[in-house]
């Protein structure tokens, strides 16, 4: 944290997790059964805090910053990106809750966090109790329906996973600009409106630091490769997320860029339902009061 930022989350306590070789930052608050929050690209556990004094009423929050996002520490390039695999993010997190005393633990996430949220549940199906998706498709199917229209609505994809240095540099040039642009651009309404004050400032703070645009983009170019082989090599062992899926997306997001991603969900889990609610890409910025009520009535179903 280079300055002093405003406390978004003021009841709640703040912890360092040192978990498979990772120091998670992570804000603790609430009481209940645990329920973990991974937040997305380009993002920090901050998206979380215009519903977190509503879920914590009823469930013990955790929200840690993934590796190399926000202030949690950032994970050392290497030629495979294994240490930016949805699964090696996976494992660290499991670990991390263990040491915050729990087993087992109802697991939403958004965007990225959602990724390493349905590779923890089929890496390790005996730690959560039930997840939620939002706005999202498993990375694979993204990558296989990469044609001229979605690869210019997700075109971060494959500008992200080019090969160090270049996307850093362009990013470094003028951070600021190409964040709020990116923000802004996923919403359904174009505009940082959605956005408090408070989150933008803390979300320009980290994001300005160049090793961590490094490591989002390291994020994406493990996306582009191991983590695509991954889920492939899941869908090819015919391997499915055992825990019950509620898949949310914004009726302007991204996920909804398919007819029905229902059924793309069906083919991960035999047990899914959800629902498109009113926004673009960010849910619990866009939409707090929708996504709230969804997330207490399924996992407090």
């Not at 955790?62 to 240490?83: C, F, N, Q």
């Not at 494992?91 to 697991?107: Q, V």
């Not at 090793?211 to 994020?219: F, K, M, P, T, V």
């Amino acid at each position: 944290m280079t300055r002093e930022l405003p406390d978004l989350f003021p009841t709640f306590d703040t912890r360092i997790v040192r978990a498979k070789s990772t120091d998670f930052f992570c804000r603790i608050g609430g009481s209940g059964p645990p329920l973990l929050l991974l937040h997305g690209y380009p993002q920090s556990h901050v998206i979380w805090h215009k519903i977190a004094p509503r879920l914590a009423s009823r469930f013990t929050l955790v929200m840690p910053d993934l590796p190399g996002y926000g202030h949690s520490s950032i994970p050392p390039r290497t030629s495979g990106h294994a240490t930016y695999s949805k699964r090696a993010w996976a494992e660290a997190i499991t670990e991390m809750m263990r040491l915050l005393g729990y087993e087992t633990f109802f697991l939403a996430g958004h965007d990225r966090g959602a990724r390493v949220g349905y590779r923890l549940a089929l890496d390790f199906p005996g730690s959560v109790k039930k997840l939620a998706v939002l706005d999202i498709l498993p990375t694979s199917d993204y990558w296989d329906l990469m044609d001229r229209g979605f690869g210019l609505k997700i075109y971060h994809w494959m500008f992200l996973a080019q090969p160090f240095p270049f996307p850093e540099k362009m990013i470094s040039a003028a951070p600021v600009r190409f964040l709020e642009h990116t923000l802004a651009s996923w919403t359904a309404e174009k505009t940082l409106d959605c956005f408090s004050d408070g989150a933008l400032e803390h979300t320009r703070d980290w994001f300005c630091q160049p090793d961590r645009i490094s490591a989002s983009c390291e994020d994406y170019r493990a996306g582009a490769t191991i983590d695509y082989d991954h889920d492939k090599a899941d869908q090819d062992a015919g391997r499915t997320i055992s825990a019950g899926v509620l898949a949310l997306w914004g009726s302007k997001g991204i996920a909804s860029s398919v007819d029905d991603p229902l059924a793309v969900w069906r083919r991960w889990s035999p047990d899914v339902q959800g629902m498109a609610l009113p926004g673009g890409h960010f849910l619990p910025e866009e939409a707090p009061d929708e996504t709230a009520d969804a997330l207490l009535s399924y996992f407090g179903g």
